[in-house]
């Protein structure tokens, strides 16, 4: 016997969506209403009244799917996203994964089964595909240029801040630079290279780089092989804050002054960098709008927007501290 899930799936909606025309609680597209009426009437469909009852209230719930929770810059981004939420009577669960595949697709099992109202997600697992589709809920991607038609997404310009970075210490007088690209199955690892990769270009110099996470223990690990395979070294470009300080710790216990032997600029702008003495030169994410302009989205496909036409990029910015020097 077909359910709710089976008709959201025939007709390319949401469940919410069919909720709204089976109850009459909002108004729905004539388009999308007409193909739903087709899929029920199809599959012989008819809720009982216990489903209706269900189904007529939204849960008020909203899942945050995040792979880690050391990772400061997505905890920035999480609180802002509760505080919107929050402000409009909805409740955030938080579901940590620690960046395991299987857990996140329970968790998105989990949510669908709560009856949750959607989901903003910053795992950056391909695999999710089917079980996102599968779930029929709205999707917010953050921090991730969306790649399928059915994601919607908030993401910052991190081309530009690839750019910014690498300018910042060509400026600042270095000319061996360093970049700790961060992983390159990310759109937001891909274009910060490629941002870099075009400054290169600009100036005809000779890339260097070498793969690294975002958080403070791929730092540590990558750390010490810059100095291995680029011992002449005079700028480093991290691929995110945390991953900035862990050179800077690194780099301090072998006795390498910051910045009058070597240069760092970080990734992210998360609030650590500034308490840190010396102050960390970074380039800043707006974590809070873009928590913001993730709960507005997914407002927004809640009641009934396509994905496909929202994508958000927000700007980045350098902010100058103390692991540069400019000349």
């Not at 949510?111 to 709205?138: F, K, Q, W, Y």
């Not at 690498?166 to 759109?187: F, I, N, T, W």
């Not at 780099?251 to 390498?256: C, E, S, T, V």
Request: with cysteine; charged share 25%.
């Amino acid at each position: 016997m077909a359910n709710l899930s089976d008709i959201a799936r025939l007709a390319g909606v949401s469940q919410a969506t069919v909720s709204r025309v089976v109850n009459g609680t909002a108004r729905v597209n004539p388009e999308k209403r007409e193909r739903i009426l087709k899929a029920m009437r199809e599959t012989g469909f008819q809720p009982g009244e216990t489903a209706k009852a269900f189904y007529k209230q939204p849960s008020k719930l909203i899942g945050y799917v995040v792979p880690s929770l050391h990772n400061l810059f997505l905890n920035e981004i999480g609180t802002a996203l509760e505080e919107a939420a929050e402000k409009e009577g909805y409740q955030v669960v938080v579901c940590h994964s620690g960046r395991e595949p299987e857990k996140e697709r329970d968790y998105i099992k989990l949510l669908s089964e709560m009856n949750a109202d959607g989901i903003v997600i910053t795992a950056n697992n391909d695999g999710l595909e089917e079980e996102i589709r599968r779930c029929r809920l709205p999707v917010v991607v953050v921090d991730r240029k969306a790649g399928r038609e059915y994601e919607a997404s908030v993401f910052s310009d991190n081309y530009l801040g690839g750019q910014l970075a690498a300018e910042h210490l060509l400026d600042c007088g270095c000319k061996r630079l360093v970049h700790m690209r961060g992983p390159q199955l990310y759109s937001s690892g891909q274009m910060r290279f490629q941002g870099y990769l075009d400054m290169c270009r600009k100036w005809d110099m000779e890339p260097r780089f070498l793969d690294c996470g975002y958080d403070f223990e791929s730092g540590l690990a990558c750390a010490p092989q810059i100095l291995e395979r680029f011992p002449d070294a005079d700028g480093i470009l991290c691929s995110s804050d945390m991953t900035a300080l862990s050179v800077y710790k690194y780099l301090a216990g072998r006795g390498i002054r910051v910045p009058e032997e070597i240069m760092l600029v970080g990734f992210d702008g998360v609030r650590l960098g500034s308490l840190m003495t010396p102050e960390l030169t970074t380039v800043v994410q707006p974590a809070q709008r873009m928590g913001r302009e993730a709960f507005s989205m997914l407002r927004e496909l809640i009641d009934g927007a396509q994905p496909r036409n929202l994508q958000r990029m927000v700007p980045v910015a350098l902010k100058q501290g103390e692991t540069t020097r400019p000349n």
